[in-house]
């Protein structure tokens, strides 16, 4: 099992940006599929962004294309959300999710084993 620690989150305004950091312990970080999602109020948990194991591959939710970037850096065991031009239903407390098994990216928070215990975004109209 990986620990992982989200940081980063916080109150911006309409338009503006965040980074947000998932700091992962425990395991050996490469040799995991890391991924980011989001629980709004009231919705359901929903995917955002994965990354691949070496970090070659991503994938994202098509709402977030162009506008949110997945990394990471396997020598520091994190890996990032850069969240640019953000808008109020980006609210949400954002969650990273890591995986072993499994080669490429995972979409689906099913797939995903270990979770953080999440960071809060609020955008501001």
């Known amino acids: 099992q990986v620990q992982l620690v989200e940081s980063g989150g916080g109150l911006v305004q309409a338009g503006g940006s965040l980074t947000l950091s998932c700091a992962a312990s425990?395991?050996?970080?490469?040799?995991?599929?890391m991924g980011w999602f989001r629980q709004a109020p009231g919705k359901e948990r929903e995917f955002v962004a994965a990354i691949s194991k070496s970090g070659s591959m991503t994938d994202y939710t098509d709402s977030m294309k162009g506008r949110f970037t997945i990394s990471r850096d396997n020598a520091k065991n994190t890996v990032f959300l850069q969240m640019n031009d953000l808008k109020p239903e980006d609210t949400a407390v954002y969650y990273c999710?890591?995986?072993?098994?499994?080669?490429?990216?995972?979409?689906?928070?099913?797939?995903?084993?270990?979770w953080g215990q999440g960071t809060q975004v609020t955008v501001s109209s």
């Open positions: 999710a890591a995986e072993s098994y499994g080669l490429g990216v995972l979409i689906n928070e099913n797939e995903y084993h270990d």
């Open positions: 425990g395991r050996t970080f490469s040799d995991y599929t």
